[in-house]
């Protein structure tokens, strides 16, 4: 009989005919995946994964191919998965009823869209029509999409090379970054000096006139960053004393990867917008900005409207979205989240007593960070170890998000709410021989 071969023909055929940003493969082979459920995919060759990544958090909260979600899509497919978005479907109204009765109750109206950065362009172009204001002001590190003027906020300079001028008016300050506070400081003694630069980067280095401060809830993409307490609260004095809107994009965190429904609610704020997307579908694809009644007012006029896109409330999608929420609502995956959260941080700070390689492990929730260095002292990052690492746990069937964060050396888990703490000892234990056949 023909051995398994992990190297699937039909990906090299895959390499060949997508741009070469797209990426398929993950550790030293090319793998095919055919299913999924809870927190295990499966590949062609009928190898099951523990996957630490969820489809970049989009399967975290319930699960991949979670039965609600798989049936109302069905559902809706065979009654209506296409409307023009200038027509109501009535499954598009009832997810909008939904989605605002589980926010804070400040957020009275919803657009929705396909992706994340397209919530993210939507919320850019309503605060500066708001405002009647065009500066900008983020974050080093943060990142809010890949198109332009999503990229244009992006706080990590090689993701923007060679890609031609970006928008003007945007001022970054650095950080809550604490592991390399990026003013050589400490926290707490640091006194949130961070935060507190935002008033200085306002006198100096914009004209003063700012529509809106954009900032992840958390730094996701730079290595799973959590700001400090008191940090956003710092913020939050400075923009209203400026009258500048508060810009918080949820698209990794709402609906709970961090423990709580909504990740501003660890920090004691409520933002004036906010953006889903990840964890908004179930796994599928719709992205939304939420916002009060006073700033979206901005959009009534003129006609034809200002912004709309052509699946930007689509029925399907939709459905999704909302079987989704109603099973969210239902099973709270905020407080898995919240309680196995701790449990991999015990277990990887256990791995991080035995192997001097791994230098942070942080986080909130199910999002969690762990930074791997050459030396604790210099903290130079360990990118290699990072990517060994990720090879040898693929062989083991476990998916590591290793190599990751701007940096390279940072394993970003967001791992699944669903999974069983026996799945996390059986993850933890993979790391641990891992990180022994790298050592
Ligand atoms: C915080 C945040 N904002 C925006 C985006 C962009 O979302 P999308 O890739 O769906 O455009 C991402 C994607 O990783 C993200 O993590």
Request: hydrophobic content about 40%; aromatic content about 10%; overall charge neutral.
């Amino acid at each position: 009989m023909k051995k398994a071969n992990l190297i699937d023909p039909k990906n090299d055929q895959d390499k060949k005919m997508f741009l070469p940003c797209v990426r398929h493969h993950f550790g030293d082979e090319d793998i095919t995946f055919v299913e999924a459920k809870g927190a295990v995919l499966k590949d062609s060759h009928g190898r099951e994964y523990l996957d630490l990544l969820c489809s970049h958090g989009c399967a975290t909260l319930i699960g991949y191919n979670h039965p609600a979600v798989v049936e109302a899509v069905k559902e809706q497919a065979g009654k209506l998965y296409s409307l023009a978005v200038d027509y109501n479907a009535k499954i598009v109204s009832d997810l909008a009823e939904k989605l605002l009765s589980v926010v804070p109750e400040s957020f009275k109206k919803v657009y929705f869209a396909n992706a994340g950065a397209e919530a993210v362009e939507v919320a850019l172009f309503l605060a500066k029509k708001h405002t009647k204001k065009y500066e900008m002001v983020s974050l080093y590190g943060d990142f809010h999409g890949r198109t332009h003027g999503a990229r244009s906020l992006l706080g990590f300079g090689p993701l923007k090379k060679g890609m031609g001028p970006m928008l003007p008016g945007v001022t970054r300050i650095p950080s809550y970054y604490c592991y390399r506070c990026q003013l050589g400081l400490e926290y707490p003694t640091c006194n949130l000096q961070c935060a507190k630069l935002l008033e200085d980067a306002l006198l100096y280095d914009t004209s003063s006139d700012v529509a809106v401060f954009v900032t992840e809830s958390i730094q996701a993409t730079a290595g799973n960053i959590p700001a400090p307490n008191g940090y956003f609260q710092e913020i939050k004095k400075i923009l209203d004393k400026h009258n500048i809107l508060f810009f918080m994009d949820e698209i990794f965190t709402s609906f709970g990867n961090t423990g709580k429904k909504f990740c501003f609610e660890h920090y004691g704020v409520v933002p004036d917008m906010i953006t889903m997307s990840k964890t908004l579908g179930g796994g599928l694809p719709i992205s939304a900005l939420l916002t009060t009644n006073e700033i979206a007012q901005a959009f009534a006029e003129p006609e034809p409207p200002l912004y709309y896109t052509t699946f930007g409330s689509n029925p399907l999608m939709a459905a999704a979205a909302l079987a989704n929420i109603e099973t969210i609502m239902k099973e709270k995956p905020w407080e898995r989240a919240e309680e196995l959260g701790k449990y991999w941080i015990n277990g990887l700070r256990k791995l991080q007593d035995k192997y001097d390689v791994i230098g942070d492990v942080r986080g909130k929730g199910v999002m969690i960070g762990v930074e791997l260095v050459k030396d604790r002292k210099t903290k130079e990052p360990a990118k290699e170890e990072s990517v060994r690492l990720k090879k040898e746990a693929g062989k083991r069937g476990l998916i590591l998000p290793a190599g990751q964060g701007w940096l390279g050396n940072t394993i970003r888990l967001v791992p699944s709410a669903v999974m069983t703490k026996t799945q996390i000892d059986q993850a933890l234990h993979i790391m641990d021989e891992s990180f022994e056949s790298i050592s």
